[in-house]
């Protein structure tokens, strides 16, 4: 699976597009299509008709254009954006751009990617193949996502969505580069997944998504470049650092048998020696290598 990350070498849009370069459409490895593709997964319907016919749209606020704009530059089919207003649940009169893409070619390469036809939103998964992570995850988050700062002032990034797979390659990859470890889980209430990184978490997260220069929306750019801001004060507790088990400390607590003596001895909690103890017996975690 390619990285992509920022500081490797990437084609640029304007390479993209350019015949001398003329990478296949949606080849994942170049930045921009990651970026689409991810997006497209979380906010594009895919319609087939009789007879091959069908057609692939993205409705967004119209403040959004350009990201629509910057699709239709990508993709070398002909396609068109059209703007409307229409009432809605949430507004008397809101107004949307759509992008339509009917091209069977087209529509072929991102169906084979992974984008299906129909109801999508628990079916969609990260592609199979090679791909940009970080600009796949960003097209993800700008279109089901949130990044900015919450009510009481703390930095997060967190994604909404109803499929399984992308939940659990958030955590992982948050997991990844941030060294936070997060469990998806559906709510009870509309059964999607809900999943937030928060303070230092985000703020590298968000830094490490939304490099310079990438293909976004430019309001979660700027939401996502406003976290570096943020200091802890000085009276908030200071992020909590999970400390490994080293092989010893595994020999010790199996040798006292008794997490609250080898809470004492090794200077951890009551609470983890217990934890570990029990995963250790179960099978959960490896036994410690017997010494020489």
Known sequence: MADCEPSARQLTLDEALDASASPAFMDLTVPEYSYMFGFLQADGHLQGSPGKKGHLTAELNVRDIEILQRFQRLTPHPSSIRERSRATNFSASHHSATWTLCSLAARTRLNELGLPYGKK????????????????????????????????????????????????????????????????????????????????????????LYYPGCLALERKQRAADSLASWKRPETMRAAHTRRAWATHEDRALLRLNDPKAAAEVLGRTQKSCTIRLWRLRHGEVPMPTTEA
Do not use: K, W
């Open 121 to 208: 939103s628990r079916a969609v998964a990260p592609p199979r193949g090679d791909f940009c992570r970080p600009d796949y995850l960003r097209g993800v988050i700008d279109a089901d996502g949130s990044v900015g700062f919450t009510r009481t002032g703390l930095p997060f990034v967190s994604l909404t969505t109803e499929s399984t797979a992308i939940a659990t390659y958030f955590c992982h990859y948050a997991h990844e580069v941030c060294g936070v470890r997060r469990t998806a889980g559906r709510n009870t209430r509309d059964s999607v997944y809900n999943v937030m990184l928060a303070m230092e978490h985000a703020q590298t997260f968000a830094a490490h």
